[in-house]
């Protein structure tokens, strides 16, 4: 058996402590050892946002769905310039301002929620819709 002097014995613990520091080091650096995990109350980072009732419940029971009233693939590029010269939108931003209680709204006959017309440009008409012509129905 061979005999180990004092000064190879601490070299050997020298090495092996400086091969157990490098191969930590390196293990961490490749994720190889996984931090404790968050315990705090935050949310992580790509967590949903918490919602809360008043965006999960559906705005109103008798709110209508939405329509689309934006084909214009049934007019004339004539017809589609007037739109656009009233700055027709689909969704109105003026508040108590939409087609549907302007007076030159014509409602559809069969769904007065669905796409009906208007007396001063073709195409079909958004109820919720506006343009600057919008003039107030009258009661
Ligand atoms: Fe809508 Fe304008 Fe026609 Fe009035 S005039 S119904 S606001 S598109």
Same mark, same amino acid.
């Given at each position: =058996?061979?005999?180990?002097?004092?000064?190879?014995?601490?070299?050997?613990?020298?090495?092996?402590? $400086? &091969?157990? %520091? &490098? *191969?930590?080091?390196?293990?961490? +650096? #490749? *994720? $190889?050892? @996984? /931090?404790? @995990?968050?315990?705090?109350?935050?949310?992580?980072?790509?967590?949903?946002?918490?919602?809360?009732?008043?965006?999960? +419940?559906?705005?109103?029971?008798?709110?209508?769905?939405? &329509?689309?009233?934006?084909?214009?693939?049934?007019?004339?590029?004539?017809?589609?310039? $007037?739109?656009?010269? %009233? +700055?027709? &939108?689909? @969704?109105?931003?003026?508040?108590?301002?939409?087609?549907?209680? #302007?007076?030159?709204?014509?409602?559809?006959?069969?769904?007065?929620? +669905?796409? $009906?017309? #208007?007396?001063? =440009?073709?195409?079909?008409?958004? /109820?919720?819709?506006? #343009?600057?012509?919008?003039?107030?129905?009258?009661?």
């Amino acid at each position: =058996m061979k005999k180990i002097d004092r000064k190879d014995f601490l070299r050997n613990a020298l090495a092996l402590a $400086g &091969v157990t %520091l &490098v *191969g930590s080091s390196i293990l961490s +650096a #490749c *994720g $190889g050892e @996984q /931090p404790a @995990q968050n315990t705090t109350t935050a949310p992580a980072e790509n967590a949903p946002a918490e919602t809360t009732p008043a965006e999960t +419940a559906p705005a109103t029971e008798t709110a209508p769905a939405a &329509v689309d009233c934006t084909d214009l693939s049934g007019l004339s590029d004539a017809d589609k310039k $007037g739109r656009e010269n %009233l +700055a027709y &939108v689909d @969704q109105s931003t003026e508040a108590e301002k939409n087609c549907s209680n #302007c007076r030159f709204w014509q409602p559809n006959a069969s769904d007065p929620n +669905a796409c $009906g017309g #208007c007396q001063l =440009m073709k195409g079909p008409i958004n /109820p919720q819709g506006y #343009c600057k012509s919008w003039f107030k129905k009258d009661a």
